[in-house]
């Protein structure tokens, strides 16, 4: 397995977290809280990734859901964390195990794959809650991120919070275990998937709204490559976008990460 990632900014400063095994590559995105939290969701991502790093590394074989579950677990009392009340964050696991890869998705980052496959959790905008739907009006009518904006992403959070690792809503790393076993799982022949692309979605969605998004090619790219496709979609939005008309978002700029993964044939 060969991986190549890229961060905007460095991992150290983002909620983006990236974590590479010798078998596999974790990607993570700390939720941007609008209402309070105990921890910051950077720190929650950062612990929790390097638990699941640390496992499939002692253990490349090891059931993906039962990992997350324990890492679940043991983020929330290494920070004393309760349902509810607590930081959350995506998880995304690509393995390669064997003649196969496992792939395991919980919240809405992206995995892409030949053929243009395109593979989401989107529990959460499935949601089609009210205050997503204005502010993404607002911003579309050229309101910008005003008082109005950060008001409606507070009760966003507010309402998302009520349907969270719950049935019929959406399920996040947070403080419940039991959200693992609700986590996309995926399997499938090496041979038939020679390479895949994970990004969050501060990467996905703005290099896919500007078109850079021959992902193909992009698995040869280095991480400078990488990088300086991650600063072009962050000038664009700070200079041709930055009240989020084109592309409405909760903030101006999120986060972004990308891994491309190469699988070695055998």
Known sequence: MRVTTAQLPPMEESADKIFVTPHAVILLDGASAFVPVPVPASAYADYLGRFLADALTGDPAADLQEILAEGIKATAAHYDLRAGESPSSTVT????????????????????????????????????????????????????????????LRELQTQQAQH???????????????????????????????????????????????????????????TGTLHLLLRECQQWEASQDSQARNLPRAKRHDDKAIATVTLESR
């Open 93 to 152: 696991i690509a393995r390669e195990r064997d003649e196969h890869l496992d792939l395991l998705l919980l919240g809405d980052n992206t995995v892409i794959l030949p053929g243009g496959e395109i593979l989401t959790d989107d529990r959460i905008d499935r949601l089609d809650l009210e205050p997503r739907r204005k502010y993404r009006e607002r911003l579309a009518a050229g309101h910008g991120y005003d008082d109005e904006h950060r008001a409606l």
């Open 164 to 222: 969270r690792n719950k049935p019929g809503g959406y399920w996040i790393a947070e403080a419940n275990p039991t959200a693992a076993t609700y986590a996309i799982t995926d399997s499938r022949c090496q041979t038939a998937t020679p390479w895949l692309v994970l990004a969050t979605d501060g990467a996905y969605n703005t290099m896919n709204y500007l078109h850079l998004n021959n992902w193909q090619r992009l698995i040869n790219a280095n």
